[in-house]
């Protein structure tokens, strides 16, 4: 009897199915913002601003076309905070999640795609890892829910204190920095409990479960890996530094820290170093900001979180290998160390790949809007400059979600300009790291003459 070969389907590499997986998320998200249903009365939302909102959510962003407390209706919030929960546990994790609830099995093709989503270094054990970030996602959001629920009940009645407990805590452990006050966090930058619970949630969601996996289990830091040593350092620094420079450069600006005491700003200091790097939440207005702070927000959120996390940007992990390699060529030496362990070069040739990349779509896109939304430049009496343009590129891109006040007027062109470059931002870099590490090139059997060329 013959043997009958079963015809398989095309298979999707990794990358492929990252971009799908959200496109196909995004569709879904557009479709359901846009129903009668999702809006308040009186509103409606375009068909380009739902496709907006909805790559906002799922890329876990927070950059907004309306305001979302006064537009959507309690359906379109549950929508909106849905997408964005599904965006930061990523389409790998929501996958893996409907094959342990239908009984499944998960097969090879599926581990090494969730190993690239999640950011593990091993395929061992990674179908155990997605539970336990399903199951720590759902924990700390509920904690964070509760702490914040309580301390809203200050400003609230208990129904509605519930419900913006719930909302704010998944939003900010998603590092995305949609609100429900239409005035972001800046009600509360008198408050440390609320400011504090955010900090935190934005900060364990931008590290990454594998990191906070590795914590937990070992607690002791010679035991930790060294990615997790990499990222607790970088972020250490990154959160330190920049709270010291918020504080010298707003400490006397009347319109952020100026009015504040001296506690207050320290803490609202603090809480902007934090959500510079990943989120998009406020308590003290951006607009207000001097430019040589939103040029530190720039730096910021180009280095983002950290791999396997909800943040956006190069990750913290990129930018500590070129800053390795950089303390290397200036040493004299070849070998690119970290903390008694020696980097493999190839790290830093992806390094330099996705830094190189991603620069070159922030200005690429920075230069398209300067040409779509020229007239928010150059209108006169327009309080817009280049640098507000250039600031909501790389807002975009690096999935943050700051802006200067620059994105409510943003033409349909502008809009579709930026909704593809959020959704470029969250599976991009991500994507351009799969894609590098599998590129294997066969080894071909000659070797050019070496010549030297003169940089610097």
Not at 254 to 282: C, D, Q, S
Not at 349 to 362: L, N, P, W, Y
Request: aromatic content about 6%; overall charge positive; proline content about 4%.
């Amino acid at each position: 009897m013959a043997l009958q070969h079963r015809r398989r389907g095309p298979t999707f590499t990794p990358p492929q199915a990252l971009a799908a997986g959200f496109a196909l998320l995004i569709l879904i998200g557009t479709v359901l913002l846009a129903l009668p249903v999702a809006h308040e009365p009186g509103h409606r939302l375009s068909l380009t601003d739902a496709l907006f909102m909805a790559t906002s959510a799922v890329c876990v962003t927070g950059l907004a076309v309306v305001d979302v407390s006064t537009t959507f209706s309690a359906f379109g919030e549950v929508v909106l905070l849905l997408l964005v929960q599904a965006g930061g546990l990523g389409i790998m994790s929501l996958s893996a999640m409907m094959f342990l609830l239908t009984g499944r099995r998960i097969g090879l093709h599926e581990r090494l795609m969730m190993q690239e989503a999640l950011g593990s270094l091993s395929i061992a054990g990674v179908v155990r890892l997605t539970r336990t970030i399903i199951a720590g996602t759902l924990a700390v959001e509920a904690i964070g829910a509760a702490l914040l629920s309580l301390r809203f009940l200050a400003y609230y009645p208990p129904a509605q204190a519930l419900y913006f407990g719930i909302f704010h805590s998944i939003t900010a452990f998603n590092n995305a920095g949609f609100d429900l006050t239409s005035r972001s966090l800046r009600p509360f930058q008198h408050d440390p409990a609320v400011l504090l619970v955010m900090a935190g949630l934005i900060l364990m969601g931008g590290m990454g479960f594998v990191v906070l996996q590795d914590v937990w289990h070992h607690r002791r830091w010679e035991r930790f890996s060294l990615q997790t040593k990499l990222v607790l350092a970088v972020t250490g620094v990154l959160v330190g530094a920049a709270t010291l420079l918020v504080l010298a450069l707003e400490w006397g600006n009347p319109a952020t820290l100026g009015g504040l005491p001296v506690p207050e700003k320290l803490l609202n200091a603090f809480f902007t170093a934090v959500t510079f790097r990943t989120a998009g939440f406020e308590s003290i207005p951006t607009a207000g900001m001097a430019s040589a702070a939103l040029l530190l927000a720039m730096v910021l959120m180009f280095i983002g979180g950290s791999p396997g996390g909800t943040g956006g940007g190069i990750r913290t992990t990129t930018f500590a290998v070129i800053a390795l390699a950089v303390r290397a060529t200036v040493r004299g030496t070849e070998d690119i160390q970290a903390m008694g362990r020696r980097l493999p070069r190839e790290l830093l040739d992806r390094a330099i790949a996705i830094v190189a990349m991603s620069m070159a779509v922030i200005v690429a896109v920075g230069g398209l809007l300067l040409v779509t939304e020229g007239h928010l430049v150059t209108a006169p009496g327009n309080p817009f400059g280049a640098a507000d343009v250039l600031f909501e590129s790389t807002s975009a891109f690096t999935t943050m979600g700051l802006s200067t006040g620059v994105t409510p007027h943003l033409s349909m062109a502008g809009r579709l300009l930026l909704t593809v470059t959020m959704y470029v931002g969250r599976i991009g870099p991500l994507t351009a790291a799969v894609a590098l590490a599998q590129r294997r090139r066969e080894r071909v059997n000659i070797d050019y003459p070496e010549e030297r060329v003169m940089i610097g």
